[in-house]
């Protein structure tokens, strides 16, 4: 069980911190990702951190914007998105990976509006 937070509404060249809880399973073992989508178009990944949270992938549109960071003793994974651009209005979810066991969570709105 995934659950996100921390989206809202900010402007053009703000910041947001998106956190996603798990419960459940052991964290630690899964990759963690976000995700967005935006209506009638396709989700698409933002960000992954391997389990040890060693190894991250950025999508080209977000690096050097948004940092991806966990703490499995919190069993939390966060999105640090900073410079935010109009183009970033999206539903984020957040996906947990382990050996073919896929959760998602339900999604947080970040809309990015003057």
């Known amino acids: 069980h995934l659950v996100e937070s921390g989206g809202g509404l900010v402007q053009p060249g703000g910041s947001l911190r998106l956190s996603c809880s798990a419960s459940?399973?052991?964290?630690?073992?899964?990759?963690a990702s976000w995700h967005r989508q935006v209506s009638g178009k396709q989700r698409e990944l933002v960000a992954e951190?391997?389990?040890?949270?060693?190894?991250?992938k950025y999508a080209d549109s977000v690096k050097a914007r948004f940092t991806i960071s966990r703490d499995n003793a919190k069993n939390s994974v966060y999105l640090q998105m900073n410079s935010l651009k109009s183009e970033d209005t999206a539903v984020y979810y957040c996906?947990?990976?382990?050996?073919?066991?896929?959760?998602w969570g339900q999604g947080t709105q970040v809309t990015v509006s003057s």
């Open positions: 996906k947990a990976v382990s050996n073919g066991n896929v959760s």
């Open positions: 459940g399973f052991t964290f630690g073992n899964y990759f």
């Open positions: 951190i391997s389990p040890a949270g060693g190894t991250t």
